[in-house]
């Protein structure tokens, strides 16, 4: 296993080893649940359960990552603030990330709590670097391929996917660096299936060990996605097996953060990669 050895603080403490980071998606539409934790009450009986099985960070969403019912400013913070604000309440220790592009989401969340802005667009708005920096909090810069937010790929194409993603993402961390946002408190993520086709993903999952060698903690976030299902032929509800067995794989590379829907299953997977 490559050493995760690079420096990563939240919610002032440190992270050690590979960290498992809870999905909780405030949202109608989502493509995993379709809305089992869109009411508040559900989502935090969910951070609930996802503290008691082991999670480290949990990940809350107020926007579907894909095409869908647009949600505006002003509905996505109806969504998450006050539930980051409850969770923070109740979790004092769990360190809370925030799915967002939108500075104005980021703001809010930061001052009710969160530890972690999650841009899984790749850095759309250039200000959420500027609110995170403001804030002392963290932040993931990812690889969307430069696609717009909710959009799907079409024809994506790179000459090198894992040489792209490396590029745009560690541009991205230096630049937060340079705006003052702590070092320690940055991943990179390569974003399967944003701006990539089932190939690019299953390419960049192969190469993980070479966005872990850049010294960035790397979150990866592979759970039930596209990519997986495509490659064995299964529905949504049927890609746990193959979500193991990528998240084994990335942390057996070195990935430090694992954002998964299924806290004790990935649990057990981190298990089995250690006993290797």
């Known amino acids: 296993m490559t050493s995760p050895d690079a420096p990563l603080r939240l919610n002032g403490r440190p992270l050690t080893g590979t960290a498992i980071m ?14 089992a934790t869109y009411a508040f009450d559900a989502a935090l009986d969910a951070v609930a359960r996802a503290a008691e099985e082991g999670a480290d960070i949990v990940d809350i969403g107020g926007v579907k990552a894909g095409p869908g019912d647009d949600v505006d400013v002003a509905e996505e913070l109806r969504r998450v603030v ?39 667009w790749g850095g759309p708005d250039p200000r959420l670097a500027e609110v995170a ?25 790179y000459g090198d996917v894992v040489a792209d993603v490396i590029a745009h993402v560690t541009g991205e961390a230096e630049r937060a660096v ?15 299936d944003f701006g990539k086709n089932t190939l690019h993903s299953l390419e960049v999952t192969r190469r993980l060990g070479e966005l872990t060698a850049t010294g960035w903690p790397v979150l990866v976030a592979v759970s ?7 490659t064995l032929g299964r529905p949504v509800d049927k890609r746990g097996v193959g979500t193991m ?14 954002r998964v829907h299924d806290v004790a299953a990935a649990r057990r997977a981190l298990r089995a990669v250690a006993a290797l």
């Open 22 to 35: 809870a999905v909780v998606n405030r949202t109608p539409d989502s493509f995993y649940d379709r809305g």
């Open 82 to 120: 006050d539930l980051v604000a409850a969770v923070r309440a109740r979790h004092p220790d769990l360190v809370i990330s925030v799915d967002t592009w939108r500075a104005e989401v980021g703001e809010a969340v930061a001052r009710a709590g969160a530890d972690l802005l999650n841009d899984t």
């Open 133 to 157: 920096a403001a804030h002392g909090i963290g932040l993931v810069c990812a690889h969307a391929g430069r696609q717009r937010p909710r959009t799907r790929p079409h024809r994506a194409g």
């Open 178 to 192: 340079a705006l003052g946002v702590r070092r320690d408190a940055i991943l990179i993520d390569p974003a399967h």
């Open 224 to 230: 039930n996605k596209d990519f997986i299902g495509e």
């Open 245 to 258: 067995a990528v998240l084994g794989v990335s942390a057996f590379l070195g990935a430090r953060v694992l």
